[in-house]
Structure formats: C-alpha cells, structure tokens
C-alpha cells in the first residue's frame, strides 16, 4: 500500500498529460458553469445497466478492448478524458472521446460490432464538479444539485444527467467528476 501512495503524483501527472475533449468556459456560477462542447467523434457501447456500477466495468472492458487494438488494423488508439456515461432505466451508455486526430472516417472498424462510431452534436452543457471516487448516490446528488441550480438561475435544460470521469482507476487523490445537463443556452 505504502508504494501505490508512493506512486500518486505519477499517476496525477501522466492524467495531467492525457488529451482531454475540447471545450470553452461560457459562463462560471458560484456552484456551476456553462461549457460549450463541439462536436467530437466518440466511440460508444450500449447496455442495459441501469447503475454505474453495472455500467462502468463492462462498458470500459469492451471500450478499452477496442482502443487497445480490438479493431480491423489491431491499431492502438489513445486513451482521453472525460470517459462518458449516460445511465437511465431503458439504455444507458457509456463512451470514450476520439484523440482530436481521428474522424469518424479514419478510424478503424472495432472488431466488437457493439462499440459503435458516432459524431456528437455541438452543444451547450450545465456542469457541476466533485471529487472521490463515484457512485450512485453521488450521481443522484449531484444530478438532482445541478437540477436545482438550473432551476434557481432560470437555465432551462434537457435530455439526461450524465456522468463524466476524468481519472484512471488507480487515482486516490484529486479525482475529477463531473455530472453534465444540455441547456437552453443563446450567446449574450
């Protein structure tokens, strides 16, 4: 135990150096912010999980089986941040952001037909931020939080809560999560 606690501000700084899905600061609340994201290529599972629990260790298995050379040319993709969940109680999903080099058209097929190639839309998000290491309660807490900051400021939103993680598995310290809402956003 003594040499994983030795090990963290190596694990902290390869994260730091991990590509991380692009987006720009629109306006910062006290508890919240607005992001804008463009569009990104994202590369995704579907499931029936209805937890995190049950969503993050098969969905990442299968995801990272294709970045790690689960694919037509056995390429090695490159791992980013954040690592994406939507999970709800028909379908959830769980995806990884494409490096910023890849499109939908270069990369390689997954071997996996259940990992699927897509292009997300542009959009404007709600994001609220805490720390640790995530569960169910917390994604409830803070989903319902952020639910209520929107409504307190008058920000109309839409579509699912969603997860976002930021740090590997083996992170104990500054842990980054985030729960994200599209909004209802206009350029002021």
Do not use: C
């Amino acid at each position: 135990m003594f040499f994983i606690v030795l090990l963290q501000p190596y694990v902290i700084m390869a994260a730091n150096k991990t590509e991380e899905q692009k987006s720009s600061l629109v306006r910062q609340y006290k508890d919240f912010e607005i992001r804008f994201y463009p569009s990104a290529t994202i590369a995704t599972i579907t499931s029936k999980a209805k937890t995190y629990k049950d969503l993050s260790g098969p969905g990442f298995q299968k995801l990272a089986g294709y970045i790690f050379g689960g694919n037509e040319s056995n390429t090695k993709i490159s791992m980013t941040t954040p690592v994406q969940m939507d999970i709800n109680d028909s379908l959830s999903t769980m995806s990884f952001v494409m490096p910023s080099g890849y499109t939908k058209e270069n990369l390689p097929k997954p071997d996996d037909p259940g990992v699927r190639i897509t292009n997300t839309a542009d959009e404007y998000v709600a994001v609220i931020r805490f720390g640790g290491y995530a569960s169910d309660e917390d994604l409830k807490f803070y989903s319902e939080k952020l639910h209520n900051l929107l409504k307190e400021n008058g920000i109309s939103h839409h579509g699912n809560f969603r997860f976002l993680g930021y740090n590997p598995p083996y992170q104990f310290i500054n842990r980054r999560n985030e729960i994200i809402v599209t909004v209802d956003w206009k350029e002021k």
